[in-house]
């Protein structure tokens, strides 16, 4: 079941993060995306996730951690902070710099039901999508150009379990963790970029008001 967005998936050169090489391309942002959203749909798919979670009561989120160097980043730096670039999540990366944090271990950031896991190729790489229920509200935290899968698709997870290894999408970048975490869930997998920000939180911001 999907939410469509109306011109959400941009070309390869805007699709996620920073490449690794210098470009003469001018990256075109997609300042003017419009997400639609569908509200009997997103209701729909809020009740299968009522209905799911108040199954398993014990996976319901008691805060959030961040998803390297757990469970405070320690020995990372976020790189490209939510909206920098008009970017849609934060990127993390080692503080040694260059791939010296590739096939480092990625964590999920709080319980949840891991809703896809999926090579999306291009810019995205390897991605896992988690829904949390958190105090009455559904998030969803997505996690991109990931090397190594280690979970699988319609599992639940608890805080703080492995769930990848950070990559670099076959070295088209450096490698990182790119994470977005979002209140609208189930939305396609988006542009990576947009001044638009309907659906999607500072990452950083939203661990840190939601720490337990």
């Not at 699709?15 to 075109?28: A, G």
């Not at 709080?110 to 896992?128: F, M, T």
């Not at 105090?135 to 599992?155: F, N, P, R, W």
């Amino acid at each position: 079941m999907k939410v469509f967005l109306v011109c959400m998936f941009l070309s390869f050169i805007t699709s996620s993060c920073v490449k690794q090489k210098p470009t003469n391309e001018t990256v075109v942002h997609s300042d003017s995306t419009e997400i639609s959203v569908d509200s009997a749909m997103i209701s729909e798919v809020k009740a299968n996730y009522i209905k799911l979670f108040n199954e398993h009561l014990n996976y319901s989120s008691d805060g959030f951690d961040f998803p390297v160097g757990k469970p405070n980043a320690d020995g990372y730096y976020n790189a490209q902070k939510f909206q920098e670039n008009n970017h849609l999540g934060d990127d993390w990366n080692g503080v040694k710099g260059g791939n010296s944090d590739l096939g480092d271990p990625v964590y999920s950031v709080a319980n949840g039901y891991i809703s896809e896991v999926k090579d999306y190729k291009g810019g995205w790489g390897n991605v896992i999508r988690i829904i949390h229920q958190h105090q009455g509200k559904y998030y969803e935290s997505l996690y991109a150009h990931c090397d190594t899968i280690m979970v699988q698709q319609g599992t639940f997870i608890k805080k703080g379990t492995q769930i990848a290894t950070i990559g670099n999408c076959n070295g088209y970048y450096l490698a990182h963790l790119h994470l977005e975490i979002r209140d609208v869930i189930n939305l396609d997998i988006g542009p990576g970029y947009s001044s638009n920000t309907n659906g999607y939180l500072d990452p950083t911001d939203f661990i840190n008001k939601n720490r337990n």
